[in-house]
């Protein structure tokens, strides 16, 4: 949760600001996701940082937040680049640190296997990309036009 916040003043305030709403969307559907994931049982967190904090809030307020807005920065615009670059972040997540967190005991897939998660990130990683777009095109060009408009 930790060093992906170290990484955050590299992406400047400008861009930290065009991209929060973003960051702030997938954060809340990836907690969307791990409530549904819990009633199901798809995957399981053991370890918790508080007694009403789940252990995934390290994830989704560390990579998922900042990463999101680091891989919109590198890629918004170019979406074949946005895609792959995101499938390649998801992969190793799924196919690196779920197995090493797995075998420390933090989180495990319990009915799901790894192939079904790719496709829950791919799906996130979509949505990431529709809600800036949206967000771009609506808000953010009212608010460019307001600004000229009282100039």
């Known amino acids: 949760m930790i060093l992906p916040w ?5 992406l400047g305030k ?3 600001k065009r991209y929060l709403p973003a960051g702030v969307f997938i954060a809340s559907m990836v ?8 009633k199901r049982k798809w995957w ?5 940082l508080h007694p009403r904090l789940s252990g995934e ?7 998922f937040f900042v990463g999101s807005i680091w891989i919109l920065k590198w890629t918004y615009g170019k979406f074949f680049r946005y895609f792959a670059l995101n499938m390649l972040f998801d992969g190793m997540f799924t ?9 420390f005991g933090i989180a495990s897939l319990v009915r799901m296997k790894k192939i079904q998660l ?16 949206l967000y771009e095109k609506f808000c953010f060009t009212k608010w460019r036009l307001i ?3 009282i100039n």
Do not use: D
């Not at 170290?6 to 590299?10: F, G, H, K, R």
């Not at 399981?44 to 918790?48: A, K, L």
């Not at 496709?119 to 777009?133: A, E, G, K, P």
């Open 6 to 10: 170290v990484t955050a003043p590299l």
């Open 14 to 16: 400008k861009t930290f």
């Open 31 to 38: 907690k969307l996701v791990n409530v549904i994931a819990k």
């Open 44 to 48: 399981w967190w053991y370890e918790t």
């Open 57 to 63: 809030i390290p994830f989704m307020l560390g990579p």
């Open 95 to 103: 196919y690196a640190a779920v197995p090493f967190l797995t075998k």
């Open 118 to 133: 790719m496709y829950v990130f791919s799906i996130l990683s979509l949505m990431l990309y529709i809600f800036q777009y």
């Open 147 to 149: 600004r000229l408009e």
